[in-house]
Structures are given as structure tokens and as C-alpha cells.
């Protein structure tokens, strides 16, 4: 049985924290809020803690887990070495979204890291997450805390439609800050590169090494079986809703005339349709479900909206889900990112 507790991010002496960290430390499961998405968490280090994590999830055995720290020191224990440009980039934005790929110590398990001779890792500032990973003394692995292929959890709600009655423990925390999952950046090589965008852009990482690439699969805007991402996650079909999602791309008019046809059609077929409109758009659609994800004056709103109204329509039964795109820079990269995924690269150019 699983138990769901609620705590309030700033009182933290309350025993249902303490209650996670014993369960983390006996080797047990526990999802927890972070800034980007809720996380499952288990010992990073006790293969069959982070074993569990497959169980529940789903989850191919060849994909590596985050480990997340609450101290500097962690990197000595955890890293073989820890290169110029990873320190500089975990002093700046550490704790944060950030994920930082190093070669890994020997303590570090295989298990943990899908046979990769490299580890994840990332300093959470979410207070919660950072006090349970403080007070567990542990490392804990985490991936985001949903069903394997599901849109990542923005709520508890998400976590216990899928994780109820499976794992040990929820910690409710409200509805996370950023909704998309940490920026991952290696930093083995000589050049950063990027291999999942997120909120910590391309320019905020080239403010503080200079130069940084991307893995070529991350930029990708179809499907190339090519092109091998170097996170393995990534390769994996991913947020996709249950309805058959198309992402429309031109000017706007175009993009909601485009949309409204295609919407006129299913609806006669009989199908459930579902829109993904922008709160600058939302009056200009009459038929189906009508749904703002955020405004296109604050790309932040869109990336916390973009999750739950993929799971939204999943509630709602839609057959068909029709969106608008996004400008492909900054925040918005990471955005197009999720949503090319969630949509299998299937996009409409009008
Ligand atoms: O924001 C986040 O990062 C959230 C919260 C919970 O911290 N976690 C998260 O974990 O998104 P997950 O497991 O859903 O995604 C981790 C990604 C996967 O694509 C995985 O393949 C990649 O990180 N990854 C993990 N270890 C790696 C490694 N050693 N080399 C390359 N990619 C790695
Ligand atoms: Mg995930």
C-alpha cells in the first residue's frame, strides 16, 4: 500500500519526511517534487533499491538514472574525475535543473547507470527533494515519476494515477515550478554538449564555458533511427498521450484555420478532439475541447502547462489532439523537444 503525505515546502520538521528518508535509506521507493518534474526516488547506490525503480516504471533496463546529490562533496565520491567545465557549470546552477554527465567512480553501480561507464548527476533545489536528500544521507536515484512513456508527473495527482499502489511512498508538494525535466549537458568530452534541452538554455550554459554542442539526435525534427541519442532515454518514444497527437506549424491564421478544419473533420467522424491553444488563440477555436497551455508572452507558463494537458486529454478519452507549435529557441527548444516526441515527429506544415 502506498502511503500519500502532504508537505508543505516550508516546514520541514514534520515526521512524514522523516518517515521518506527512513524508507529511502531501508531501500525502499518514495516520489518526491523537484523543481522540473516529480522524481521516483530510490538509493542510488543499492542495485536493488534502484532496481525497483524498472519495476514500477516500466522501464527498459538499459536507461541510466539521475543521481541526485544535496552536497559538492558527492562529486569526489561519485565521478572519476570532475572536469573544469563541469565544476564551473555545477557552481552556477547547482542546486538546479541542471544534469551534469560524468565518468563514474567505482562506487557508482551499473546498475544505476544502464552499463554506462558515465553517471548522472544533479543537485535539486527544490526544497523538498534537497531536504530528503539531506536527511536520508544517501544519494537517490531518480527518474522522472511516471508510468515508462507517459508525460512526465507536474502534480502529485500524476504521480498517483500511475504509481499508486505500487510504491512505498508520495509526497505531495503542489504542482512543480519549471514542468520540464532537467537540462542534460556531458561534460566527458572536451566540448559540453547537450543531450535533452531544458530550462537552462544553450546560452545561459555558453555564458559559463564558452562553447557547447549538441548531441545531433537532440536537434533533430524527424525521427532518424540513425541517429543514436547519447542520453539512451531519449531514444525511447516519450509524453505521449493516448489521443493521436499533430503539432501545426506556419503563421498563426493559418495554423488556426488549419486546425479548426481538421478538428471539423474528426468531430464528424465521431471522434473526441482535443486543441492545444495558447491563451492569445483560445477564443479563435469553436469546436471540441478547447484547452490554453500558457501565454506566448511567457514561454515559463508553456513549459509548466505542457505535461498535465497532454494528461488532461488522456482523462478526457481524446482521439485526436491538434496544437499550435513553438518558436524553436531558448525555453521554447525544450518545448518543441517534449512535444515533437509526444506527437512522434508527426508535424503539419501550413
Ligand atoms: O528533471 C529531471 O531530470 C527529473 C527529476 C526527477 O530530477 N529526472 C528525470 O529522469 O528526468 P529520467 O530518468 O526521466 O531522465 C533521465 C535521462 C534519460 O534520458 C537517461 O537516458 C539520461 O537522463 N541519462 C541518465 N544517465 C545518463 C548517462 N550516464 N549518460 C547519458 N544519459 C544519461
Ligand atoms: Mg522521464
Given amino acids: 500500500k502506498t502511503k500519500i503525505v502532504t508537505i508543505d515546502s516550508n516546514d520541514f520538521n514534520t515526521m512524514e519526511l522523516k518517515e521518506a528518508a527512513e524508507i529511502l535509506k531501508k531501500g525502499g521507493l518514495v516520489a518526491f517534487p523537484t523543481e522540473t518534474v516529480y522524481g521516483l526516488g530510490a538509493d542510488g547506490l543499492n542495485p536493488e533499491a534502484s532496481g525497483k525503480i524498472y519495476a514500477a516504471k516500466g522501464r527498459p533496463s538499459d536507461n541510466p538514472l539521475i543521481i541526485h546529490i544535496a552536497d559538492f562533496n558527492a562529486l569526489n565520491e561519485l565521478t572519476a574525475d570532475c572536469p573544469e567545465n563541469g565544476r564551473k557549470l555545477a557552481e552556477a546552477f547547482w542546486p538546479g535543473p541542471l544534469t551534469l554527465i560524468f565518468n563514474k567512480s567505482s562506487k557508482v553501480p551499473y546498475s544505476t547507470t544502464g552499463g554506462l561507464d558515465t553517471v548522472a548527476i544533479r543537485m535539486p533545489s527544490h526544497p523538498i527533494a534537497y531536504e530528503l536528500i539531506r536527511r536520508s544521507g544517501i544519494y537517490i536515484a531518480a527518474p522522472s515519476a511516471n508510468v515508462s512513456g507517459r508525460p ?63 548531441d545531433k539526435a537532440v536537434l533533430s525534427r524527424v525521427q532518424d533511427p540513425d541517429l543514436k541519442p547519447k542520453a539512451p532515454g531519449m531514444k525511447y518514444k516519450h509524453y505521449a498521450p493516448k489521443g493521436d497527437l499533430t503539432i501545426y506549424e506556419g503563421n498563426t491564421k493559418s495554423v488556426i484555420d488549419a486546425i479548426n478544419k481538421s478538428a471539423e473533420e474528426k468531430l464528424q467522424a465521431g471522434f473526441k478532439v482535443g486543441i492545444i491553444a495558447t491563451d492569445e488563440t483560445f477564443s479563435s477555436y469553436q469546436k471540441g475541447s478547447v484547452k490554453t497551455i500558457g501565454t506566448r508572452k511567457d514561454e515559463s507558463t508553456i513549459a509548466r502547462g505542457l505535461f498535465e494537458i497532454l494528461r488532461d486529454f488522456d482523462s478526457e478519452g481524446a482521439d485526436y489532439i491538434f496544437t499550435e507549435s513553438f518558436e524553436n529557441n531558448r525555453l521554447g527548444q525544450a518545448i518543441m523537444n517534449r512535444l515533437l516526441k509526444a506527437a512522434g515527429y508527426h508535424i503539419e506544415k501550413v
Fill in 152 to 214: 512526465s508527473p507536474t502534480k502529485a495527482e500524476h504521480v498517483i494515477e500511475d504509481m499508486n499502489g505500487i510504491i512505498d511512498m508520495i509526497i505531495n508538494g503542489g504542482k512543480v515550478e519549471i514542468g520540464l525535466e532537467s537540462t542534460i549537458v556531458d561534460v566527458t568530452s572536451k566540448i559540453p554538449a547537450i543531450l535533452r534541452p531544458g530550462y537552462i538554455t544553450e546560452e545561459m550554459i555558453k555564458q559559463v564555458v564558452g562553447e557547447v554542442e549538441y
